[in-house]
């Protein structure tokens, strides 16, 4: 199992300006996954982040949008940039591996107001 | 394609009540499924999983599913529903190294 703290756990912030969410496993672990959960709708990968090179994303999120950083095996960062209110939703990381059950952060409730 | 259904939005049962959550999907090859949690403020947390094996899985809180090839299933269920078993659903397809996510159905309980 794994242990995952995310913060911050919810922020207001105004539109124009950027948020950095963290996210600290308590074990090295390969990939990180950053989710959004829009409000009343299921979760939607946003990219996976792999320590030592660049994230991939998926189709619909772009670096400039959502710049990723994987620093080591137990620590990455989620940036929502020049925030919009149609990014207010709920960011949520997770690790796990191939066929294992995945493990999630208490998630980060954005509001842009 | 690879894809998750959960036709419900939502589903009702009283307390004590047995309940079932629906789930189907689609996946070329072996199908990798799992139920995950969703309680209010919190993060998603893991119930139980279907890799190989007996159809019938057993996990956590007294939930278990059944897996249908036939029927290309997965459906949620427990015997007796409590009223703290009322949280978000969501079924699961891992697909590589991804997590595919069915829409959620919100189950209520009520006393």
């Known amino acids: 199992s794994a242990v995952i703290s995310q913060k911050p756990s919810r922020d207001i912030c105004q539109r124009g300006t950027s948020l950095t969410i963290q996210c600290q496993v308590d074990s090295q672990v390969t990939m990180m996954f950053w989710y959004r959960q829009q409000p009343g709708q299921s979760l939607t990968l946003i990219a996976t982040?792999?320590?030592?090179?660049?994230?991939?994303?998926e189709s619909g999120f772009v670096i400039d949008k959502f710049p990723i950083s994987r620093p080591n095996l137990t620590f990455s960062t989620l940036t929502v940039s020049n925030m919009s209110p149609e990014d207010s939703s709920i960011y949520l990381c997770?690790?796990?591996?191939?066929?294992?059950?995945?493990?999630f952060g208490q998630g980060t409730r954005l509001t842009v107001v | 394609a690879q894809s998750v259904a959960q036709p419900e939005d939502q589903v009702n049962v009283a307390e004590g009540n047995p309940l079932t959550v629906k789930c189907t999907y689609s996946v070329s090859g072996n199908p990798y499924l799992f139920w995950y949690v969703q309680y209010p403020n919190r993060g998603l947390q893991f119930l139980l999983k279907?890799?190989?094996?007996?159809?019938l899985v057993k996990g956590s809180y007294g939930f278990e599913a059944e897996f249908n090839k036939s029927q290309t299933s997965f459906h949620l269920k427990k015997p007796s529903a409590l009223v703290s078993d009322s949280a978000l659903y969501f079924c699961?397809?891992?697909?590589?190294?991804?997590?595919?996510f069915g829409t959620g159905t919100r189950l209520q309980v009520f006393p």
């Open positions: 699961a397809l891992h697909n590589t190294d991804k997590l595919i």
């Open positions: 279907y890799i190989t094996g007996d159809n």
């Open positions: 982040a792999n320590q030592g090179s660049e994230a991939t994303y």
């Open positions: 997770s690790v796990g591996q191939t066929h294992t059950e995945a493990f």
